[in-house]
């Protein structure tokens, strides 16, 4: 089944210790992206990739590092999280940026 | 910089009506659009695009949009509403011409069906 997974699903922690949420597809995308979902705001593009080894800043990369060193892995690292992070996340891939993407189910941080 | 507007936090209609969810962007050069549905709990799941062609667009769950370059909109539309159509709905829009590769979405509307 073509699916994007991303873990964990739901995570609380405390400010400042390093956290990070993978994300996989099994779809052979080259196009990947990490969004935050917050109320009123929509979706925000934190980081994407377009292929092995090139990423790039969305609208909202402060605080958030992220690493394309396989094609289907695209983890996402709060190397020093602070409760302005707390949010809901999302992992996506596509064939390529003008293609429909793929969403994980998302992941829930609360950073207290 | 390119964005989207959709002028809606919620729109409420009677099951069986029809439905107009709104959407407008700014982007520079020809726009590639989207539409995408979010169920509680889930991620998002694509509806239609457009990036040429005709005007009019057919996407899942007999949804479609009409692309209208004048009024640079992209409205989500469906003749006849359901109760299982009530959901998070998102515009977004990657500028053609952009420079960057990044896709912009609107803060999103919330589709309420009642029966």
């Known amino acids: 089944e073509a699916q994007v997974t991303q873990n964990p699903r739901y995570l609380i922690t405390v400010t400042g210790k390093k956290l990070t949420v993978t994300c996989s597809q099994n779809m052979n995308h080259e196009y990947m992206s990490w969004y935050r979902q917050d109320p009123g705001l929509g979706l925000r593009q934190i980081y994407y990739?377009?292929?092995?080894?090139?990423?790039d800043k969305g609208d909202v990369p402060e605080g958030y590092k992220v690493s394309r060193k396989e094609k289907r892995n695209f983890p996402l690292i709060l190397e020093s999280p602070s409760p302005n992070q707390t949010s809901l996340y999302f992992c996506a891939s596509s064939l390529s940026v003008a293609q429909p993407q793929h969403f994980g189910d998302g992941t829930r941080l609360s950073i207290l | 910089a390119q964005s989207v507007a959709q002028p809606e936090d919620q729109v409420n209609v009677a099951e069986g009506n029809p439905l107009t969810v709104k959407c407008t962007y700014s982007v520079s050069g020809n726009p590639y659009l989207f539409w995408y549905v979010q169920y509680p709990n889930r991620g998002l799941q694509f509806l239609l695009k457009?990036?040429?062609?005709?005007?009019l667009v057919k996407g899942s769950y007999g949804f479609e949009a009409e692309f209208n370059k004048s009024q640079t909109s992209f409205h989500l539309k469906k003749p006849s509403a359901l109760v299982s159509d009530s959901a998070l709905y998102f515009c977004a829009v990657r500028g053609f011409n952009n420079a960057g590769n990044m896709l912009t979405f609107g803060g999103g509307t919330r589709l309420m069906v009642k029966p």
């Open positions: 457009y990036i040429t062609g005709d005007n």
């Open positions: 990739s377009m292929n092995v080894e090139v990423t």
